[in-house]
């Protein structure tokens, strides 16, 4: 019966030794926390509103910067092709532009020439695909679009001298004249005041001349855009390739102050939060002195402490991380309806990095409150000094 009995009791030994201490340090974090709510409660509500900070932020710059983006795209094209020395653009350089836009982005081609009206009068006449120029440039103010062949669109400028009782009217090419019906006028504040827009096809078949330009409206970060204009010139050589600065510029300054705002917000609070964890977390350390004491002249080594204390602090990111996940996710909601009457997505890839975060914040945190646990003297702390 001994040899059984050693046995079972050899076994029970080695599977205590080898059990993980998890359950213990578990019940340890649980009842510092339990013993100390007021200080725990403290630097959980400062994570807590960091983190909700943070996810808010970080939600409300990646869907604002695409609405934004999408926004620009509404104020027209941001790339224009052109033909080199004024020469019309090859037959196919509509669908090689669409090839490389993937569906990014809007593209539509305009031919340009100088017509004369039946009074001799100089107009500058564009031949647009209106379907797409309507998608291109949803910001022209626009009374009707034409819908049939031979009807024009006639720039507010243009309209008064051209057909002042909206008649139709003439218009002389190289000697052949074409009879349109005006339906409509634009209004941009720009040169498309002073001009006339036929259909494509209706300006092809009366001039004989082909698309000189391709206005693209591409979407993308800027080093996106960039790619596409290289790959626009070498798929279509014939044509000069150019951004227009005013949009691409105007963009990428909005876009840069709208990061630099929120992330400046974030830091700040993140850094106030990180000030409100240190001081509660030095309190800490302050109020526990003999605890520490305790399991120092119990055997603890430094290294423990430190892991001991490192722990409650990481546990204490993580679960304020979650929580104010939680509540930023809601608060970008609500800015999202309240300012920019639209949505905001939740974006649950920001969760890893609140939660990193947050840990870190914890564990910086922490670092001045573990160097006072290394001068925790037993001897002295439980002789009450």
Same mark, same amino acid.
């Given at each position: ?5 050693? #046995? ?122 209106? #379907? ?17 062949? #031979? ?152 290294? +423990? ?10 546990? +204490? ?21 309240? #300012? ?27 670092? +001045?409150?573990?160097? +006072? ?13």
């Amino acid at each position: 019966m001994s040899a059984p009995v050693s #046995n079972a009791a050899r076994d029970l030994a080695a599977s205590r030794a080898d059990a993980p201490h998890t359950s213990m340090l578990l019940r340890m974090l649980v009842r510092a926390a339990v013993l100390r709510r007021g200080r725990a409660a403290s630097a959980l509500f400062a994570m807590v509103v960091a983190a909700a900070v943070a996810t808010a932020m970080l939600n409300l710059y990646v869907d604002v910067q695409a609405k934004l983006r999408r926004e620009f795209r509404n104020y027209g094209a941001n790339i224009v092709l052109v033909g080199k020395d004024g020469a019309s653009l090859p037959a196919d350089a509509l669908l090689q532009v669409d090839s490389v836009l993937a569906g990014r982005g809007i593209a539509a081609s305009f031919g340009m020439i100088v017509a004369r009206t039946s009074g001799g009068q100089p107009i500058v006449v564009a031949g647009a695909d209106f #379907n797409r120029a309507r998608q291109l440039n949803r910001w022209w103010k626009v009374s009707n679009w034409p819908t049939t062949p #031979n009807q024009a669109l006639v720039g507010v400028r243009a309209a008064p001298i051209i057909t002042p009782k909206n008649q139709a009217f003439d218009l002389t090419f190289q000697g052949r004249v074409l009879q349109v019906t005006p339906v409509g006028t634009v209004q941009t504040g720009a040169a498309e005041d002073s001009r006339i827009y036929l259909s494509l096809p209706d300006f092809v078949a009366w001039t004989g001349v082909q698309p000189s330009s391709v206005e693209v409206a591409a979407n993308g970060s800027p080093e996106e855009i960039a790619a596409m204009m290289n790959q626009l010139v070498q798929a279509i050589p014939a044509a000069d390739v150019r951004p227009v600065r005013q949009i691409m510029e105007g963009e990428a300054r909005v876009l840069g102050k709208t990061r630099a705002t929120l992330l400046a917000a974030a830091a700040l609070i993140i850094l106030t939060s990180a000030l409100c964890v240190l001081s509660t977390l030095m309190g800490w350390v302050f109020d526990r002195r003999r605890d520490f004491a305790i399991m120092k002249a119990l055997g603890a080594s430094g290294r +423990l402490l430190n892991g001991f204390f490192a722990a409650e602090a990481a546990a +204490l990111g993580a679960i304020g991380a979650v929580i104010g996940f939680a509540a930023g996710i809601g608060i970008a909601a609500w800015i999202g309806r309240v #300012n920019f009457h639209a949505a905001v997505v939740p974006r649950w890839s920001v969760l890893p990095i609140v939660l990193a975060g947050s840990m870190v914040v914890t564990l910086l945190s922490a670092i +001045l409150p573990i160097s +006072l646990l290394r001068r925790v003297q037993p001897a002295v702390i439980l002789r009450g000094e």
